[in-house]
């Protein structure tokens, strides 16, 4: 079975559509999203465009703020301090990778909690890991929206995630534990990777590594989610999982483009939605 994401990203769209729209008419403002990317990384740039574009697709508010490179850290969190003081902008993402010289961490920190869209502050990260209501990372909210979808059995199983970022690895390998899945976090380090790989129910691969997982690495059946995107030297997209030679044994997986990547967009969508809620009822 295909898990197609940017189906069930486009039926998600089109209901918070509607939802916007009726938002408007009730409290006479959309809400509003300002995306700010520093630098021109190619790949930045295709997912603040397609970021960009499922704002309109919803009908929010909002503004692309393209900053040059060279911008400094200063300029950088001046910035995003006069868009936490605007009290028309709802949510705030300031997409990563951040070029060198700015700190990454600074910046998540000088993002209101309240229209951190991402759930990267580290308040939004405690409660997250605390069970309190919050911001939830928009990729790891994707994958459990196309488990559910799919009705995947979680309980008692054991996931394994390879990867432990913040952004992806660390928050997926949570909301799996919260649905009772055992859980196995791998990584780079990991020894002997294909018999870690081997034993999960449900696979998620978050490395940024292309295709490192191959089909004697997947037990039968198993449920695969592949949060890479990799461009390959020919300029194909793949994905961290080798998917010709992991289809034929998964039981479902998601392909790449069109699996998780949509599903992230769609997400961002939802929580500025759940930003203007929350400001709205202040
Ligand atoms: N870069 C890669 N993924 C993400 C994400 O989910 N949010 C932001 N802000 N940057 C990213």
Redesign the pocket.
Known sequence: MILDGKQLAQQLKEAMREQVAALAKQYGRKPCLNVIIVGENPA?MA?VQNKIKATEYCGFDGELIQLPESTSQEELLRIIRECNANPTVDGI?????LPKHIDEQAVIETIDPDKDV?G?HPSNVAKLWLNQPTIV???PMGIMALLEHSHTPLEGRHAVVVGRSN?VGKPIAKLLLDKNCTVTIAHSRTADLGAVCREADILVVAVGRPRIITGEMVKPGATVIDVGINRTDNGKLVGDVDFESVAPVAGAITPVPGGVGPM?ITMLMHNTIQCFQKRINK
């Not at 993402?93 to 990778?97: D, I, K, N, S, T």
């Open positions: 930045s997912y993402l300031v997409q990563l990778p991402d990267f990372p928009c990729t952004i992230t």
